[in-house]
């Protein structure tokens, strides 16, 4: 699979080119448009519970949709449910990635995913939690909510970023999650809550807007009966 990149960075759209009866995992609901004979069909990837544990804990649908390409080959194009940019991790099936919360949108054939744990600030309403652990080998697509930007970590070099910020983490990055200083008073002063704290080597994907804050500013618009 080959991914094309467009429309960057506020509404990108990934096309997906396939080779002649090449398939591809894609997030349900992310397909804007194919080209003409590819089939579409959808599963829970690995069983019923599998597609609940991913779906309950990762955040992400219960059912995946594999595209088939006919045998003169094809393309899938897709897109995420938010304004932002998209970009392209290459698994070379040797290190891993995390991406969190309903930032994966499509991978190729060749990568495995599962439901990994990634700390608690799903618990209070946040990001973090359970995490979408890809592995293998091919193109992993990802999504974020505005700007998206790599961060390269030398090895022993630290920082540290809003749990609303992260996109995604190679696994060979050391975390924790912990709530920033303050305590709750503090915590809902500034509105953030938990930040991950990352020591390379490794590589770490942000976004500039954060998902959670949208929602809870929509809320606020919503007039209470």
């Known amino acids: 699979m080959q991914v094309q990149l467009r429309h960057q960075p506020s509404f990108a759209v990934a096309r997906l080119m396939l080779a002649p009866g090449e398939p591809v995992q894609v997030e349900a609901g992310a397909m804007s448009a194919t080209s003409y004979g590819v089939q579409v069909q959808a599963s829970t990837q690995g069983g019923v519970m599998k597609g609940l544990g991913r779906a309950m804990l990762g955040g992400e649908s219960l059912f995946i949709s594999t595209y088939t390409a006919p045998q003169n080959g094809g393309w899938v194009d897709v897109a995420a449910h ?3 940019d998209l970009q392209v991790i290459n698994l070379d099936g040797r290190t891993g990635w995390c991406v969190t919360r309903g930032s994966w949108i499509a991978s190729a054939h060749g990568v495995q995913m599962q439901t990994k744990w990634g700390g608690f600030s799903n618990l209070f309403g946040g990001e973090g939690g359970f995490l979408t652990y ?43 999650l912990r709530r920033i200083s303050g305590g709750m008073v503090q915590s809902l002063k500034s509105g953030e809550g938990f930040v991950f704290d990352f020591a390379g080597p490794g590589q770490v994907m942000t976004q500039t807007r954060n998902p959670s804050a949208l929602a809870a500013w929509v809320a606020q618009q919503v007039p209470s009966r």
């Open 82 to 84: 938010l304004p932002g």
């Open 134 to 176: 890809v592995t293998g080998q091919g193109p992993v697509v990802v999504s974020c909510y505005g700007a998206l930007e790599v961060v390269t970590l030398q090895p022993g070099e630290m920082i540290t970023i809003d749990s609303g910020h992260v996109v995604a983490y190679a696994e060979t990055v050391q975390t924790q």
